[in-house]
């Protein structure tokens, strides 16, 4: 059964830094994309990061420069490294599976998703 498990989300102070993961089971992480998004109360799911299985990844705008994104093949693990956070990073990040080659920039090509993890960046 293909599942996707997100954790590592919690509260930290701004200016922090936490480490999103993404465990996949029931299917290789290596041979798909997998993206990150957020969803802050009130607001659409906007895609922060992606990685597809050649490697490749990309941002969105307000993530480049603070959020990395990774992959541990053997772990069939995608982490997503959070640094410098500000309140408005806010939101529950949540992880998901597209087929294809490619990061597909609509989040309805996503046909996977796991149920989140809540951060909540406030001192």
């Known amino acids: 059964q293909l599942q996707l498990v997100e954790s590592g989300g919690g509260l930290v102070q701004p200016g922090g830094s936490l480490r999103l993961s993404c465990a996949a089971s029931g299917f290789s992480l290596a041979y798909n994309v997998i993206g990150w998004f957020r969803q802050a109360p009130g607001k659409e799911r906007e895609r922060v990061s992606c990685i597809n299985r050649s490697g490749n990844t990309n941002y969105a705008g307000s993530a480049e420069g603070q959020f990395t994104i990774s992959r541990d093949n053997a772990g069939n693990t995608v982490y997503l490294q959070m640094n410098s956070l500000r309140p408005e990073d806010s939101a529950v990040y949540y992880c998901?599976?597209?087929?294809?080659?490619?990061?597909?920039?609509?989040?309805?090509?996503?046909?996977?998703w796991g149920q989140g993890t809540p951060v909540t960046v406030s001192s």
């Open positions: 998901a599976l597209a087929h294809g080659s490619l990061c597909p920039a609509d989040l309805w090509r996503y046909n996977y």
